[in-house]
């Protein structure tokens, strides 16, 4: 077995390695040859820090090293958050050569993300992600930014990151629910690409559940593949990159009808593939497959109370809605998605009255 | 004389067009072509609105346009005025085919561009810019953003536009102190690039500060060509889009030191523009034309007097400070310019202490 799996996002002169393993952030990976200045900022939440902050100092010899610790949850994920790092940059008297390290999940490197990409108009950032889903997900391809109060990420950039650091060892202390959470954005990786995944998916769900190191590995190393494929064919979301997002746009109005934060976004996407599926008019089996894996993942398969009229006046804001015509991405079949507003309007209100009543 | 004057800034799939002449703003030029979807939102400010919204809406026929009218000056350029203009996208219910169109001076241009780059992580904008300055450096190159309390440009991205429209009837109304400070900016570009051009401006001052249409005019457009070759040259300031900086590292200092919007940008440059001058020890005789070219300008040619201790500690944090070395642009000879931070530090004191009593 490798000591380490390593993949490369293919961007140009903007590509970048994805390393995964064990013990990375405290030492077992050299972090120093990445970090070009004689500064860093890292930016981590105040669950993250007391875990691995010092550990990751430790592997910074030399290095003029300052910090910024946010408050820990996604309602925190705001413009002014971001403009706290910004401010923890000038403090630390940051140049152009300085280097934002994100230590955290998803929220810690979107708003670092951001604020690299802000700060005297883009400074290198890296990722070290500490959550499943910022690992398979969030941390890879450079999509940065913060929630406005009407809509998720309305404000941000992309910035791709120098380099995406995957301990696994963070998993260990990661809450089950978050893991599973995390599991939401691997089970859409194989919906939309990988019939094959799904399928081993299937079978080592319980496994993964368990925390089981090394299939957790193998699948952060296969989501991260699926997603650095689609991110070298389409960085800026023209057209493909969109398929990751498969129940997102259904996610992201759970999200906005609950408040942020409520819950979590992994949660909210889980429920929104089902949304998805359901107006895909995927064959029944297809369908129940993907009910029965988000269930074996104990992730949520329908969407919460909060009524229908909510949810599609939240939609109407999302970002995946182009000129007001209510565009999504739908499963051909488990493996295979398209982006399309070629689905019949009754069959949406179907799905939203989901959100009316408790769903079969 | 043609009717309009054309320039191409040249950056493969993100080139445009800069397009100068008289009557533009108001339909002498066909603005729809460039706003690609249904709707665009128009930032101004509350001098400039008054003039000239309406008749460039009429400019925009069958759009859907919504406007975000923001206070005048310099102090106004926060993130929180970016964020304003985001709110405005998001009540528009703006999607990513919106269009932002900038009608001010370059402070509107900077924030309304930074809030087309960070909105759904970037969309379309427009430059029309309504004073010298914004029309002959500030509205051509990409850089947007807003500043921070502690330094001027700290928060920012670099965002193209799809078209930079300048309407030379606009500068009938710009205030002839505003008009001499987008001066400032033109010498500037003869200083570092075009010893010709400077010798055109020796002989043709007393014209262009009159307002003649016609000088204007070809000022503006050879500045652009100036700007443009730079940009395309080095759309991220990486090497020689630095040279633009020339006088602004100090001019920064002079802002910062007295408050921003105490001083024009421009009158801050052109002092700015004499002590960089002085640090490059260039010959008596040229130093001489530089002063006596701004002076004939009646722009300063001195800083104020806010002593030189407070100039210093302004400029740790200039943004062309590179690994805390304090590098300059100084000239070799008029109309070439160096980055260099190879100067004698004795001299730089020198340099500094015309902060604190008046300079000869």
Same mark, same amino acid.
């Given at each position: ?273 089902? #949304? /998805? +599926? *359901? ?6 089996? %297809?369908?129940?497959? @993907?009910?029965?894996? &988000? ?15 909510? #949810? /599609? +006046? *939240? ?6 809605? %182009?000129?007001?015509? @209510?565009?999504?991405? &739908? ?30």
């Amino acid at each position: 077995m490798p000591k380490e799996r390593t993949i490369t996002v293919e961007l140009g002169d903007r590509s970048y390695r994805i390393v995964i393993g064990s013990g990375l952030l405290g030492g077992q990976f050299e972090l120093a040859p990445y970090v070009h200045g004689p500064d860093c900022l890292i930016v981590s939440n105040e669950t993250v820090a007391p875990l691995y902050l010092a550990a990751l100092k430790q592997n910074l010899p030399g290095r003029d090293v300052s910090e910024v610790i946010l408050p820990d949850g996604e309602s925190f994920k705001t413009l002014a958050s971001a403009a706290s790092v910004i401010d923890g940059l000038v403090r630390a008297h940051a140049n152009r050569d300085t280097t934002v390290i994100a230590l955290g999940g998803g929220v810690v490197g979107d708003i670092a993300g951001f604020a690299a990409a802000c700060y005297m108009r883009g400074v290198a950032f890296i990722q070290v992600p500490t959550t499943l889903l910022a690992q398979v997900d969030s941390s890879v391809g450079g999509k940065t930014g913060v929630n406005h109060a009407d809509g998720k990420n309305l404000i941000g950039a992309f910035h791709q990151p120098q380099l995406v650091l995957i301990d696994t060892d963070t998993l260990q202390t990661l809450p089950a629910r978050e893991l599973r959470a995390g599991l939401a954005e691997v089970i859409k990786h194989g919906a939309i690409a990988d019939a094959d995944y799904f399928s081993w998916l299937e079978t080592n769900m319980a496994g993964l559940l368990r925390g089981d190191f090394e299939l957790l590995a193998a699948a952060i190393q296969r989501s991260c593949e699926i997603k650095a494929a689609v991110v070298a064919e389409d960085e800026r979301e023209r057209g493909m990159r969109a398929l990751l997002n498969f129940g997102h746009t259904f996610g992201h109005a759970i999200e906005n009808s609950l408040g942020y934060g409520e819950w979590l976004h992994g949660e909210a996407v889980a429920a929104g593939m089902v #949304m /998805a +599926a *359901a107006l895909s008019q995927l064959e029944d089996a %297809q369908f129940e497959r @993907l009910k029965v894996l &988000l269930a074996a993942a104990s992730l949520p398969i329908a969407p919460p109370l909060v009524g229908s009229g909510r #949810m /599609a +006046a *939240a939609m109407k804001l999302d970002k995946k809605v %182009q000129s007001k015509v @209510l565009r999504f991405v &739908l499963l051909k079949r488990i493996g295979e998605a398209c982006v399309t507003a070629d689905y019949p309007a009754a069959i949406l209100e179907e799905v939203l009255a989901m959100a009316d009543a408790a769903a079969s």
